[in-house]
């Protein structure tokens, strides 16, 4: 894995987006919309519609996301933006002074899980997010043995990164932060 490379997901990689999305087994059903819909735009359910909305916000310049480059080829993926353009996760309100960030989710090929690849995901996530202004990074993983929500990571790897839980979001859910100094 030391090949790897991060790049965000602008109108110039989207081909590569498009691509790792319609991969066997990637997640093109739900194109990372699930937590970004308005109520409005979440009574489509259409995987058709929600790559558009997707597309929509890319065209647009809304920061999205990273895609993982293994020898120039996409494979693997964070959603990590601005708190704004998700919907409520249920973390706190920011303060005055915050930037807040959110990583919402994931997505390695099925044969490459294991291999510790979340780790430089949630690494390559948070020092994007740094990069464009944050001032903290917020997730909301599940334990281990959640039988839900497994595509927004395990406490424990949010641990190892450093984030530290504040609350929850639901049942299972947790909110977890780190500040970026």
Request: one cysteine or more; proline letters at 8%; a positive charge.
């Amino acid at each position: 894995m030391g090949g790897l490379s991060f790049r965000p997901v602008t109108e110039t990689t989207l081909g590569d987006f498009e691509a790792l999305f319609n991969s066997s087994g990637a997640p093109k059903y739900c194109w990372c919309m699930v937590w970004r819909r308005s109520a409005a735009e979440a009574k489509d359910n259409s995987g058709s519609v929600r790559k558009r909305q997707m597309f929509e916000r890319i065209a647009a310049g809304v920061p999205v996301g990273l895609i993982a480059y293994e020898d120039g080829k996409p494979m693997g993926w964070v959603s990590v933006a601005p708190r704004e353009t998700y919907r409520n996760l249920g973390g706190p309100p920011e303060t005055p002074g915050e930037t807040v960030w959110s990583l919402v989710c994931f997505w390695v090929p099925r044969k490459r899980r294991g291999e510790g690849l979340v780790y430089r995901l949630i690494e390559a996530a948070v020092d994007h997010a740094r990069d464009n202004g944050a001032t903290v990074v917020e997730a909301y993983p599940v334990p281990p043995d959640a039988p839900s929500y497994r595509f927004m990571g395990f406490v424990p790897a949010f641990e190892k990164a450093g984030f530290t839980e504040v609350g929850a979001a639901g049942i299972r859910r947790r909110v977890m932060r780190l500040r970026l100094g």
